[in-house]
């Protein structure tokens, strides 16, 4: 799921792109990915874009008259961008005709998970707030309130967007690695130098991505759009070494995701337990990086 550096870029990118363009059309191939009904679609078409930034982990672009498009790519959706004077692709869930060129939204998979809402002004805006805190803007005090405002695993916290705005799976993992803390190290646990670490330490993260994708946004329209990036320290990198102690990154695998950390680093050298292999394995689990690698030798023929 694009989080907030990828955010950041697509709306950087768009921004150039939109701003002051008229919106033409909207067509839909699928009639669910438009999630309002009320202003209806026909209200937006012919408005000016006023503006195009981050809402959370949305795109949203502003019309004329204080109406929104807020986009949610979720898991697998992207988006492409397409000049007036080339034809837009006709694979995408969705096509927003503007007067400067077509804004082509595609989603891997079969699963149709992302939405278009329609919104008409502030208040409308304002009801599709999660609450979570924008890291890069808050004080350490709202921080250290949103951590502490429920008990759960760092990992969960940090991706909750009723408690942190934008931050998913990948960066989570990349902020509890800089930060040198286990995913799963309750919040309620937490002391007051864990939290301001673990607040400098998204902070960073977050600023360094942003700065190096919007770069690359500035010279052209972003195209790969991922979760696994050349430069993350653990996360997409399992088993491969970890860049500040070199011990191999571990994950934990759950639903659809996976979370990556690294044992020396963040766990003083335990191997946390994965609910499937743990399941499978029972007394014989790993304790440390030193049983895992004898159980491998075990393993091989």
Not at 18 to 44: Q, S, W
Not at 122 to 151: P, Y
Not at 163 to 184: F, Q, V
Request: aromatic content about 6%; overall charge positive.
């Amino acid at each position: 799921m694009p989080e907030i550096p990828d955010l950041e870029s697509y709306a950087l990118a768009l921004r150039p792109r939109l701003i002051g363009a008229r919106l033409e059309t909207v067509r839909m191939k699928n009639p669910f990915f438009l999630r309002t009904v009320d202003p209806p679609l026909e209200a937006v078409l012919g408005r000016t874009v006023t503006d195009v930034r981050r809402f959370q982990k949305r795109i949203l672009i502003e019309l004329e008259g204080r109406m929104f498009l807020l986009i949610h790519l979720m898991i697998a959706g992207r988006l492409h961008w397409y000049p007036a004077d080339r034809p837009g692709s006709r694979a995408g869930i969705a096509t927003f005709a503007f007067t400067s060129g077509t804004l082509v939204l595609t989603e891997a998979g079969t699963k149709r998970r992302a939405s278009l809402h329609l919104i008409d002004g502030d208040q409308g805006l304002a009801a599709m707030d999660r609450g979570g805190i924008e890291v890069d803007t808050a004080d350490l005090d709202a921080f250290r309130a949103a951590l502490r405002r429920e008990n759960h695993t760092l990992k969960r916290s940090l991706t909750d967007p009723r408690l942190c705005s934008g931050i998913g799976n990948a960066y989570s993992d990349e902020i509890l690695h800089r930060a040198r803390l286990s995913p799963l190290l309750l919040t309620a646990k937490l002391t007051d130098e864990q939290i301001e670490t673990l607040y400098n330490a998204a902070r960073d993260v977050l600023r360094e991505w942003t700065s190096r994708l919007g770069r690359n946004a500035a010279e052209s329209f972003p195209t790969k759009v991922t979760a696994f990036r050349e430069g993350m320290a653990v996360h997409g990198r399992y088993r491969q070494p970890c860049p500040a102690c070199g011990a191999p990154v571990q994950r934990i695998v759950y639903a659809e995701n996976e979370c990556n950390y690294c044992p020396s680093c963040q766990t003083q050298g335990r191997i946390l337990a994965d609910r499937a292999l743990s399941r499978l394995l029972r007394e014989d689990w790993p304790r440390s990086l030193e049983e895992l690698e004898e159980l491998r030798s075990r393993a091989k023929p």
